[in-house]
């Protein structure tokens, strides 16, 4: 099975290694950032296949850091996860170019399928 | 003085205009009508009675005038004639006693020559005779003997003496018959007086009289100054009889007077005294007679007045009718305007308050969930080891919970519908099919007929099928919570008009009261207690005005209840919740 790498970058320490824990057991490297800045450093030197963004964040903001993905690797597929209970942010990182959007708490079969569906393989060659 | 009289009027006109009682009461709109009705009739009706009050007395003085100017008119002719006649008869004696000289006449020959002349060129005369100084009777003519006789202390003789002529008043004389008399003073060269007396008969008064002409109901006499009758009347009594009115102020002129007589009946009197004689001419018409010409007049102005005032009437009263009731009509509108602005404020800060709730909550939820995740995921990897399958089922009790808490958020925020927001067109029986078919199971479980009614040529609509589906659901949800086992809920749809379609469900469940009908579409209003959030209505009502529709309940306790979506065929706004 190939290998993916992806980037989870989320403000909640706790939530964001846990998920990269679990996406590990599966089989898919997953590296975490907890800060916007760092993120976009991380994103030039790991070049993650597939990147998982939260939109509120302290400092530099979700969209913020999704402009900044879209902008210098443009191929990277970007998730949106949220806790917010609005649309208008969803609605505006599509327009910005993200891939899809989902909202917290996320089952990590769905996560993974979404990741799968980022990266163009079909469901059946996952497992 | 006057401005505290103006300040009163100023208060009591505002008063008229203040309103105390609640906009909402039915006694404010019923008052308002009343002052309405009771201002617009003042300002119509014053203005119209007093036109019709001048328009009576201006006619009633035209008509009157005209009335009585014939009458006058024929006084003046009928006063002249008797004058001519009466001046006639007293130049006949007075032509007597200058052409005659005293001595002459104290024969009895000449003097009957003389009366006889008179008697056949003037008429009327009855006797003729001839007194000297002292008053005694020196000769006479005619039915008595009265030679001889002194009328020395009698009125009339000293009257001529003073006055040089005299008409008396009409008296019974002879065959009983009334008369006058005639009398006229001449001096001898000696000095000394004597007198011409002649009676005369009064046939000439009543010819006089008859030649007026008149009316059946009309009557005219002759009076002396003392109101005796000097000629008979139709209705007031006969000669010498005393006339009931008295008759003043002394008029040369004629004057017309309006009384009653004694019957009460209004006539018209009128009377003119004779120059230089003792008697006054007196015309009666009734006034039935003159003013008949007003009297017709006057029902007509009387029927309009009244025709008037029954349109005016009807006029105001429908007007203000009309107009409260516009009134009521858009203060209800406003009321109804500011009761929804403030629905939907209070959702609007509700959506806020329940956004931030759920971020805050999602997160540590979200973590809570991952942990939760992973020690399944290591307990499933992990060798088997003592009560393994416990622990898996409380890492999955744990995630359950979760999951409800996903759900209860999601609700809470309207969210349990597809996370974008998209336009499309869609087949409302199909969305309800969709909507059926989540909760297909729970009706079957207990019994519940669903019966679908919907129309096969409904067109679609450009809408939001998520947030359509979040609507039928909420109010199915409400119909199956509010029927018992083997309730009937019926879904009815239909074209509603040429921009809209109409959606309704009814249940026959326990229905609601009028106070709680008031209040369901209201954030946190709930009749569930234990486990109701107050917000799925309210949530529904927020997505259906969104959506550019209308919803409405009617409900009757025990009968069942009844909402009814009308959704438009075309939306211009779109958004969010």
């Known amino acids: 099975m190939k290998q993916w790498k992806v980037l989870l970058i989320d403000d909640e320490d706790e939530f964001v290694t846990t998920l990269a824990e679990r996406l590990e057991l599966r089989g898919i490297h997953a590296l975490t950032e907890t800060d916007g800045q760092e993120a976009l450093a991380r994103i030039k030197t790991d070049k ?48 910005m170019g993200a891939f899809d959007f989902m909202m917290k708490p996320v089952k990590i079969e769905d996560l993974i399928s979404k990741l799968s569906d980022a990266l163009e393989i079909p469901k059946n060659q996952k497992k | 003085m006057f401005r505290k009289v103006t300040n009163g009027f100023k208060k009591l006109f505002l008063s008229f205009f203040r309103f105390d009682e609640s906009k909402d009461s039915q006694r404010y709109y019923q008052i308002l009508r009343l002052k309405m009705i009771i201002l617009m009739l003042m300002v119509t009706i014053i203005p119209l009675s007093l036109m019709y009050l001048i328009s009576y007395h201006e006619y009633k003085q035209a008509i009157k005038e005209q009335a009585v100017h014939p009458q006058q008119v024929m006084l003046n002719k009928t006063k002249h004639s008797f004058e001519l006649f009466l001046t006639e008869r007293l130049s006949a004696v007075s032509f007597i006693a200058s052409a005659y000289p005293f001595e002459e006449l104290t024969d009895q020959k000449t003097l009957n020559r003389v009366f006889q002349v008179m008697k056949r060129e003037f008429g009327g005369f009855v006797d003729l005779g001839l007194i000297d100084s002292t008053g005694v009777q020196i000769s006479y003519v005619g039915p008595y003997s009265l030679i001889g006789k002194s009328y020395k202390d009698q009125d009339w003789f000293h009257e001529v003496s003073i006055r040089g002529t005299y008409i008396s008043d009409v008296f019974m004389g002879y065959r009983k018959y009334p008369h006058f008399v005639i009398a006229v003073q001449q001096m001898k060269p000696t000095g000394e007086t004597w007198v011409v007396r002649a009676t005369i008969d009064t046939d000439k008064f009543n010819s006089l ?11 005219a006499f002759v009076l002396n100054k003392a109101g005796i009758l000097q000629t008979p009347s139709k209705f007031y009594g006969d000669v010498f009889e005393r006339f009931p009115f008295v008759i003043s102020p002394v008029s040369y002129e004629p004057n017309v007077i309006e009384t009653l007589d004694q019957k009460n009946e209004k006539i018209f009197l009128g009377y003119t005294n004779f120059n230089s004689m003792p008697f006054i001419l007196v015309l009666i018409k009734p006034s039935a007679c003159v003013m008949r010409p007003w009297e017709t007049l006057n029902t007509e102005l009387f029927f309009l007045f009244v025709f008037s005032i029954f349109i005016i009437v009807l006029v105001v009263f429908k007007i203000t009718g009309v107009l409260v009731k516009q009134i009521e009509e858009l203060e209800h509108r406003k009321g109804q305007a500011f009761r929804e602005i403030e629905h939907t404020n209070k959702l609007a800060s509700i959506g806020r308050l329940a956004a931030g ?45 979760v999951d409800r808490c996903r759900t209860i958020t999601h609700r809470l925020l309207g969210f349990a519908r597809r996370m974008d927001v998209q336009f499309s067109l869609l087949d409302l029986n199909e969305v309800i099919r969709e909507v059926l078919g989540l909760l297909g199971q729970e009706a079957s479980h207990r019994n519940i007929d669903i019966q679908l009614n919907l129309a096969e040529d409904l067109p679609n609509i450009f809408s939001d099928q998520g947030q359509l589906q979040q609507v039928f659901l909420n109010i199915l949800n409400n119909g199956l919570s509010a029927v018992g ?73 025990g009968k069942g209840t009844k909402f009814t979506v009308i959704l438009a065929k075309q939306v211009t706004q779109g958004g969010e919740l």
């Open chain 1, 48 to 95: 993650p296949q597939v990147v998982v963004l939260d939109i509120m964040m302290p400092g530099v903001n979700g969209l913020d850091v999704l402009r900044h993905i879209k902008r210098s690797h443009p191929g990277i597929p970007v998730i949106l996860l949220t806790g917010r209970g609005t649309t208008s942010e969803g609605v505006e990182g599509m327009r």
């Open chain 2, 209 to 219: 009289i008859w030649s007026m002409g008149l009316e059946p109901r009309s009557d």
């Open chain 2, 357 to 401: 709730v759920a971020h805050e909550i999602n997160n540590p939820m979200a973590i809570i969930d991952q942990k939760a995740g992973l020690m399944t995921d290591l307990i499933e990897r992990t060798k088997d080891f003592p009560q393994q399958k416990k622990f898996i089922g409380l890492a999955h009790s744990i995630l359950n919970s």
């Open chain 2, 485 to 557: 086992k083997e309730g009937v809920i019926t879904i009815t749809s239909r074209e509603y008009d040429l921009k809209s379609v109409e959606i309704s469900i009814q249940d026959n469940g326990s229905g609601m009261s009028k106070e709680t009908m008031k209040h369901i579409f209201e954030p946190f209003f709930t009749t569930k207690k234990d486990y109701g959030t107050g917000l799925g209505l309210s949530i529904t009502y927020g997505i259906v005005k969104k959506l550019g529709g209308d919803i409405q309940v009617e409900s009757e306790e």
